[in-house]
């Protein structure tokens, strides 16, 4: 049997929970279970489904203090950030609910006489989700709600860094009343991923992490036959800066948006495409403000940067760091681990502003998923489109602007699957699809009224009530001859 532990990053010798890692044995025996429950769930009606995913919510609601300081003790958020992680579960369960007692298909007219056609839609069966750490009980909710109300059971294998989260969360969903059996958790590294992925009996995989993760997923997951499979995955979001923009708005826009959840977001701003007019000034104002940002305790109100994940998190982004400088981009501020008092052994980075890339430079070209922002700069609008655009990741991208003209054709523009106008590249609200182009996801999205797209078989029903064969594309229509 294999035991590990969650550790607190900010005082790694603070262990959160002692977790087994789920065997095969385990696996199977949790798919049996949710196949089981799954039966007499798809049968209650969808309104009372729905229900109980409202009752969730009041739970997590009535919960949330208590999840949040956890969700900042395991994945390291600062307090009010880690509030907002629960919030969005419960805004979810809310709208989700609502989903229960609005339209399930459409409607449409049929070419031929006295027959009608609708759709509707069906439960998948059992879905396997694979979570990652950074958004721990928010993400693991986007996917559960949808899939319950879908009809569907469900095993959820959340990031081995933030098991406890995920417990709470399914916690939640038993207390408030959920049938047993149909939300099972299973614990450990990628190979207990990889082997929910390919479970045979699991139909479809809802996979949100790394694209080369994300990859892996998707072969594992196809290795076995189609399923349905949606990945959700980096980025490498931009904001452009035009020379009209507000830039009070700007610097504390970036500095939510770069160093939020320490830059551990996969809509971070990790690149802040300023024009040349006003990029120097730009720069050095949020230096200054970046510097004087403090890192520490994620429990301590006074911070503003928590922890990044753990140490080898940590090393990574120093690495890029390093090789910034290494092809000559300047480091304006921040740039080393930090270790700030009361957190022996914690994994810190300091807020760093990188300046002198351009849009062929390492640092603007890969996810950091660290407190790292670079400053490119750009002569044009037409330049900052494409300088955004330029890039293997479309999540999300902002422009500040004050020109109403420039901000429409701006979003028409951006490859991404997020636009924000004089906003920073952070901040969905959950009843909007989330979710991006390019290497950042294939197709689907999540949340708003699309969330349900990837847990459901849409059906098409044809109903013929003229009593005789009728032949759709052959009766009454053009002869071959
Ligand atoms: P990872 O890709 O490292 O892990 C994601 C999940 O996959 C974890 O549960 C992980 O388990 C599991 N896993 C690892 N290897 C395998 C495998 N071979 N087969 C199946 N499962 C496996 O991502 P992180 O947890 O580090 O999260 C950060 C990434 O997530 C960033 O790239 C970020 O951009 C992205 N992200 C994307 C979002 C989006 O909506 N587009 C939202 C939030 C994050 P374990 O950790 O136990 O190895």
Redesign the pocket.
């Known amino acids: 049997m294999t035991i590990f532990d969650s550790l607190n990053p900010a005082r790694p010798a603070e262990i959160i929970g002692s977790f087994r890692t789920s065997t095969h044995i385990d696996i199977d025996e949790a798919v049996e279970r949710a196949t089981d429950a799954q039966k007499a769930w798809s049968a209650v009606p969808i309104p009372a489904r729905a229900e109980m995913i409202a009752a969730i919510g009041d739970v997590l609601a009535s919960r949330k203090a208590e999840l949040a300081r956890l969700v900042t003790v395991e994945a390291g958020k600062i307090l009010t950030e880690a509030g907002g992680d629960v919030q969005e579960a419960i805004d979810m369960a809310r709208f989700i609910a609502g989903q229960g007692r609005a339209a399930w298909g459409t409607t449409h007219p049929c070419e031929l006489p006295s027959k009608f056609g609708f759709t509707t839609r069906h439960p998948v069966g059992i879905v396997g989700m694979?979570?990652?750490?950074?958004?721990p009980v928010a993400?693991p909710s986007w996917k559960a709600f949808p899939a319950l109300l879908a009809g569907n059971g469900i095993i959820i294998?959340?990031?081995?860094?933030a098991p406890a989260c995920c417990d709470a969360f399914v916690s939640a969903c038993v207390d408030a009343g959920i049938p047993d059996g149909l939300i099972n958790v299973v614990h450990?590294?990628?190979e207990v991923?990889?082997y929910l992925?390919a479970h045979p009996k699991v139909r479809a995989i809802s996979f949100?992490?790394?694209v080369a993760?994300g990859r892996?997923?998707a072969i594992?997951a196809m290795e076995v036959g189609p399923k349905l499979l949606s990945l959700?995955?980096?980025?490498k979001n931009a904001a452009i800066v035009m020379p009209d923009a507000d830039l009070d708005l700007v610097i504390e826009g970036a500095l939510f948006g770069g160093f939020g959840t320490a830059g551990q977001r996969?809509t971070s701003t990790s690149r802040i495409v300023a024009h040349r007019s006003i990029a120097t000034e730009l720069t050095a104002r949020l230096a200054e403000c970046t510097a004087a940002l403090n890192i520490g305790d994620p429990l301590d109100a006074r911070t503003n940067i928590g922890p990044v994940i753990n140490a080898e998190s940590a090393a990574r982004i120093l690495a890029m760091v390093e090789r910034a400088a290494e092809e000559g981009n300047g480091i304006v501020v921040g740039g080393k681990i930090a270790h700030p008092e009361g957190c022996e052994g914690g994994s810190f980075f300091e807020p760093t502003i990188i300046t002198g890339a351009d849009r062929n430079s390492y640092i603007t070209r890969n996810?950091v998923?660290g407190p790292v922002v670079a400053v490119l700069e750009v002569s044009s609008f037409d330049e900052a489109i494409d300088t955004v655009n330029d890039c293997d990741y479309g999540?999300s991208s902002a422009i500040y602007t004050k020109d109403v003209n420039l901000a429409m054709e701006a979003l028409h523009r951006l490859d991404t699957g997020i636009v924000y106008v004089n906003a920073p590249t952070i901040g969905a609200e959950i009843h909007l699809p989330?979710?991006?182009n390019k290497h950042?996801?294939n197709g689907y999205r999540?949340a708003g009224s699309r969330g349900l797209e990837q847990f459901s078989e849409t059906k098409s029903v044809y109903i013929d009530y003229s009593g005789r064969l009728q032949k759709a594309q052959i009766d009454n229509r053009e002869a071959l001859s």
């Open positions: 694979i979570t990652p750490w950074n958004f993400i294998k959340p990031s081995e860094m450990g590294f990628g991923g990889a992925a949100t992490g790394s993760t892996k997923v594992a959700e995955l980096g980025g996969c996810e998923f999540l989330f979710g991006g950042t996801g999540e």
